[in-house]
């Protein structure tokens, strides 16, 4: 993630004007959600505009921190043998515009990431 400090010398309207600007060009690139392991979908490469009601949104705060949403309806899961699930969300690296107001750290947002979780499921 780019530190706060990389943005201090930009002025508020200058630094929501980028903010903008980014979050626009991730609205324009990220066109695709890439699902696996759900019951019902067997293609892997869905349009954000697709009819089975998953949603997704990035974007930047103006400390270049990533909020990464995700909406996924119940039934796609199979809780009905299950005691617990598990998730993992993965991001892929940078596609973010060259900008010479910003100096990125060399590989911070270059390689993807994922993040997961595992929740018990409560008995009736």
């Known amino acids: 993630m780019l530190a706060a400090h990389h943005f201090d010398f930009i002025a508020n309207k200058e630094k929501d004007a980028l903010m903008n600007s980014i979050d626009s060009h991730c609205a324009a690139a990220f066109k695709e959600i890439r699902v696996s392991g759900l019951k019902g979908i067997d293609d892997p490469a869905l349009s954000i505009y697709n009819t089975q009601g998953i949603k997704a949104m990035v974007l930047f705060d103006n400390k270049m921190a990533l909020t990464y949403e995700l909406a996924l309806p119940l039934k796609y899961l199979d809780f009905a043998a299950a005691d617990h699930f598990r998730y993992n969300i993965m991001l892929n690296g ?31």
């Open 94 to 124: 940078r596609i973010l515009p060259a900008d010479p107001r910003i100096t990125y750290p060399a590989d911070d947002l270059d390689a993807p990431t994922d993040f997961w979780g595992e929740y018990a499921l409560a008995k009736k």
